[in-house]
């Protein structure tokens, strides 16, 4: 039998892409994905962020669907210079990044759509009608970590 997970005790996963010289800037696409560990009572979110422009995956966050986790890959993004925000209209989002730099509608957020069909696709822990899901976290966080290390980041693994 799996031992019920408490979503206050897992620790979260960050990891930030190696940066590129950028001088004009960079705006960037954000958003969350949903997944499971062990059962669908037990939902593992992947939050994440990519270049408006080129779509490369700048970082990502594995956790709950809380503020807290938002907050620590907005912090992993402090270094790149982020000048825009687009997203979602998440509550997380709305409270946690300034007025004058969000952008929220579907407009300007299909890089990230279309990245997380191409996720979806191609692992299939996240599709959301599978029969394959990982039975812990960790498992679940190195599978999804390592693809995108291997195909965003391009670092060899």
Known sequence: MLKQLNPEQIEVEMILAPLDENPHGIESELD???SYVARKSNPR??????????GKVLAYAFGTRKDQVFLQLKA????VG???????GWGAYERHL??????????????????????RTRIKRLAR??????????????????????YEFGLSV
């Open 45 to 54: 979110w992947l939050w994440y962020a990519v270049d408006h422009c080129s």
């Open 76 to 79: 992993l993004l402090e270094p």
């Open 98 to 119: 300034e007025q004058k730099k969000h952008v929220v509608g579907k407009q300007n957020t299909q890089k990230i759509e279309n990245k997380n069909l191409k996720l």
């Open 129 to 150: 009608r599978t029969i394959c899901f990982s039975k812990t976290i960790l498992m679940h966080d190195l599978v999804i970590g390592l693809f995108i290390n291997r």
């Open 32 to 34: 969350e994905m949903w």
């Open 82 to 88: 982020i000048t825009q925000f687009y997203t979602d």
